[in-house]
């Protein structure tokens, strides 16, 4: 009560004429993380004023990484837009359309370049996790009925997760899907001990007491939440 969110008008239509075509709605994609230029850094990569955004890791195989970006790189303009901030890139890249390509202004090394990048499309939060190991348990098996995987580098990056936990990559129909867990999670702590990796976190779950419910701690859209989790007793 006393919120309220808008969607630009252009932002709404344009959903909705994609939904009209295809029956969904796509969202452009680049594959970087990026932070702000302070003025600090923004004096140390040589630049007069703080603009632009800093991009701090480029996801594999993603279009940026096919186009020559770098972590390090200073993104100044998007299809000759100028960014004031790190903040003005993710709805140009996102109301781009997939597949075109788009003039990318960055300094590196002092030196400003532009780079051609054909736009891709924003993975969903299975993509974005990839294949699961061989060491994950399976949603429609285990106590839980969940499915967990390692997170990699980047994917640590992207949630601020800067060690241990686990990302959720499927949920069954059990005590996860009960206790409010949904895919992309990660789990930080059950309990009282912190998950340190997919094994550690298997050891856990198979000591939970049935019948009671445990505190679990995860990592949800970069904001940390309690949820109990309770295991039936057979």
Do not use: C, W
Request: proline share 6%; glycine share 12%; charged share 25%.
């Amino acid at each position: 009560m006393g919120l309220s969110f808008a969607i630009p008008i252009k932002v709404a239509m344009r959903v909705a004429k994609q939904i009209e075509n295809s029956g969904q709605a796509s969202h452009g994609y680049l594959g970087v993380t990026v932070q702000p230029v302070t003025p600090a850094l923004a004096q140390s990569f040589g630049l007069k004023r703080s603009q632009g955004a800093l991009v701090a890791s480029v996801a594999p195989g993603s279009p940026a990484a096919e186009a020559g970006l770098r972590s390090g790189d200073i993104i100044l303009s998007f299809n000759d837009t100028a960014l004031s901030n790190a903040g003005d890139l993710p709805p140009l890249v996102g109301n781009a359309n997939v597949g075109d390509k788009a003039k990318v202004r960055v300094l590196r090394d002092g030196k400003q370049r532009t780079l051609n990048v054909v736009i891709g499309e924003l993975p969903d939060a299975e993509q974005l996790a990839g294949p699961t190991s061989s060491r994950d348990e399976r949603a429609q098996g285990g106590r839980l009925k969940l499915a967990v995987t390692e997170l990699n580098d980047v994917q640590r990056d992207r949630l601020d997760v800067p060690k241990g936990g686990v990302l959720v990559v499927g949920v069954g129909d059990g005590p996860a899907a009960r206790a409010g867990l949904t895919r992309g999670d990660v789990i930080l702590r059950v309990g009282d001990s912190e998950v340190k990796d997919v094994d550690h976190f298997k050891k856990l779950v198979d000591k939970l007491p049935a019948g009671r419910a445990v505190p679990m701690l995860v990592q949800r859209r970069g904001n940390p939440l309690f949820l109990a989790l309770s295991v039936p007793e057979k």
